[in-house]
């Protein structure tokens, strides 16, 4: 039970990876708060979390706002005292080139991924304790990408560089921050995306199911990979090795 007693913020939760990671969490001993812009999502991987004898918070929340942020901080910490694992999940995409797409998608998508990322992690640390971890999902996106996704590909290439800065910043404090990038996973977001469905993007190799980032992330996040930090886990069937 490697989450024993532990309080774990999993934004995104209401879905594909982050409900994944909640349920295993969950399963594991923690206290999973379920973060999720629709209401509907978060309550309902918190329910079935309950159903299974699992102890849940669903908490609805746009992650890309600061307010938010501090009050969803603010929720776990005043329900559970302290805050021992943050998972950032949460994500958004746009699909048009950078010449044509409006500023304000631009800083849309950078806001609710890697704005997310630096809100929960400026805001969740105070609340931390030594030993705690936070975890940031990238993407295989940061190191090699595919046609209009170029926000999306730079957030996450941020997401690694801000792994790699803020775990510095955290050593004294004894928190580890890494990051996990998923490579092709079998959730809406794959099969939803417009390249991928004209075949402008060929899904080759492996596709993963959320349960096999769950299980990375967990272990990441878990005292097991205590001298793990600054680091990316690149969990992609092999597909960077294809692209």
Same mark, same amino acid.
């Given at each position: 039970?490697?989450?024993?007693? #532990?309080?774990?913020?999993?934004?995104?939760?209401?879905?594909?990876?982050? #409900?994944?990671?909640? /349920?295993?969490?969950?399963?594991?001993?923690?206290?999973? %708060?379920?973060?999720?812009?629709?209401?509907?999502?978060?309550?309902?991987?918190?329910?079935?979390?309950?159903?299974?004898?699992?102890?849940? /918070?669903?908490?609805?929340?746009?992650?890309?706002?600061?307010?938010?942020?501090?009050?969803?901080?603010?929720?776990?910490?005043?329900?559970?005292?302290?805050?021992?694992?943050? %998972?950032?999940?949460?994500?958004?995409?746009?699909?048009?080139?950078?010449?044509?797409?409006?500023?304000?998608? +631009? =800083?849309?998508?950078?806001?609710?991924?890697?704005?997310?990322?630096?809100?929960?992690?400026?805001?969740?640390?105070?609340?931390?304790?030594?030993?705690?971890?936070?975890?940031?999902?990238?993407?295989v996106h940061a190191?090699?990408?595919?046609?209009?996704?170029?926000?999306?590909?730079?957030? #996450?290439?941020?997401?690694?560089? =801000?792994?790699?800065? =803020?775990?510095?910043?955290?050593?004294?404090?004894?928190?580890?921050?890494?990051?996990?990038?998923?490579?092709?996973?079998?959730?809406?977001?794959?099969?939803?995306?417009?390249? %991928?469905?004209?075949?402008?993007? #060929?899904?080759?190799?492996?596709?993963g199911k959320p349960?096999? /980032?769950?299980?990375?992330?967990? +272990?990441?996040?878990?005292?097991?990979?205590? =001298?793990?930090?600054?680091?990316?886990?690149?969990?992609?069937?092999?597909?960077?090795?294809?692209?």
């Amino acid at each position: 039970m490697r989450f024993s007693g #532990k309080t774990c913020i999993v934004t995104g939760g209401g879905s594909g990876i982050g #409900k994944a990671t909640c /349920l295993r969490m969950a399963a594991e001993g923690g206290r999973a %708060v379920v973060v999720d812009l629709r209401s509907d999502a978060a309550q309902a991987t918190a329910g079935e979390i309950k159903k299974n004898g699992g102890e849940a /918070l669903a908490v609805a929340a746009d992650v890309g706002d600061s307010a938010r942020v501090q009050a969803v901080i603010a929720q776990a910490a005043s329900a559970y005292g302290s805050i021992d694992v943050i %998972v950032n999940d949460a994500a958004m995409m746009t699909f048009i080139p950078i010449v044509d797409i409006p500023e304000e998608d +631009f =800083f849309n998508v950078i806001r609710v991924n890697l704005g997310s990322v630096f809100a929960f992690s400026k805001y969740g640390a105070p609340h931390m304790p030594p030993g705690s971890s936070i975890v940031n999902v990238s993407s295989v996106h940061a190191h090699k990408t595919t046609l209009n996704v170029v926000p999306y590909a730079a957030s #996450k290439g941020a997401i690694e560089a =801000f792994t790699r800065g =803020f775990s510095i910043e955290m050593e004294a404090r004894k928190i580890r921050v890494n990051a996990v990038a998923p490579g092709a996973v079998d959730t809406p977001m794959l099969w939803d995306n417009p390249n %991928v469905k004209s075949g402008a993007e #060929k899904i080759t190799g492996a596709v993963g199911k959320p349960e096999d /980032l769950a299980a990375a992330i967990c +272990f990441i996040a878990s005292e097991e990979a205590a =001298f793990i930090n600054g680091a990316t886990l690149i969990v992609d069937g092999g597909r960077l090795a294809q692209l």
